[in-house]
């Protein structure tokens, strides 16, 4: 194996970088899991919010991000899983494509109306929204707001409320990680801060590393 991998050494090092966590999966959300005990993302799929309501167009509102939660639970959690690392997001997490029993979960979850391609960050699965959303299936049988335009009316709410002069935007991730994000930085414009779950805003970083907060990477 040795002798390969130095005649073929980039071979090697490419796969071992895409490398990512495998063991037993746990459910967060439909689109978040932990697996062997590391938080992943799932690359190129986006699932209703957890706290989301789908509605509209005659339909009437109903729970359907904890709707999704169930239905992945009852699916995946307590499988095995294997995952090939994309990225790494800003709240530190794996982003991947995992697999269990050789399928695909997030071709699974996006073919069965259960969450949508995410086609800012990859259009692998297209084709499989086109045809749920064809078929009516799932998330797709009523009048549905994406994840992203429900995120963006957050965040809109959010943007009017920072207090004059202070435009940090103090963040805390689903495993609790304490994040600022300065003005310009990649994430800042999608960063919704909710107090109610202990976010805020800041005036100045000196205040928001006092507070126990860091830096955003990126």
């Not at 086609?119 to 086109?130: A, H, N, T």
């Not at 207090?163 to 940090?168: D, K, M, N, Q």
């Not at 909710?194 to 800041?202: A, C, L, M, Q």
Request: glycine fraction near 12%.
């Amino acid at each position: 194996m040795l002798r390969i991998c130095l005649l073929f050494g980039l071979l090697c090092l490419g796969t071992a970088a895409a490398a990512g966590p495998d063991g037993v999966l746990r459910v967060i959300d439909g689109d978040t899991f932990d697996v062997g005990g590391t938080r992943v993302r799932l690359h190129a799929i986006d699932a209703p919010e957890t706290d989301q309501l789908c509605g509209g167009q005659g339909a009437p509102a109903w729970e359907c991000g904890a709707w999704v939660r169930r239905e992945v639970r009852a699916r995946f959690d307590g499988q095995f899983a294997t995952c090939e690392t994309r990225d790494i997001d800003r709240y530190d997490r794996i982003v991947a494509i995992c697999h269990i029993a050789g399928r695909d979960i997030g071709e699974m979850l996006v073919s069965d109306g259960l969450a949508f391609a995410y086609r800012q960050y990859g259009w692998d699965y297209d084709l499989q929204e086109k045809a749920a959303a064809v078929a009516g299936r799932g998330l797709h049988a009523t009048g549905v707001t994406s994840p992203a335009a429900f995120r963006r009316i957050g965040r809109k709410a959010a943007v009017q409320e920072a207090p004059t002069g202070c435009t940090i935007k103090g963040n805390i991730s689903r495993d609790g990680k304490r994040i600022y994000h300065m003005p310009g930085q990649n994430w800042y414009d999608k960063t919704r801060i909710d107090p109610t779950k202990g976010e805020r805003w800041f005036c100045s970083e000196a205040d928001a590393r006092q507070a126990g907060w860091r830096k955003a990477r990126r």
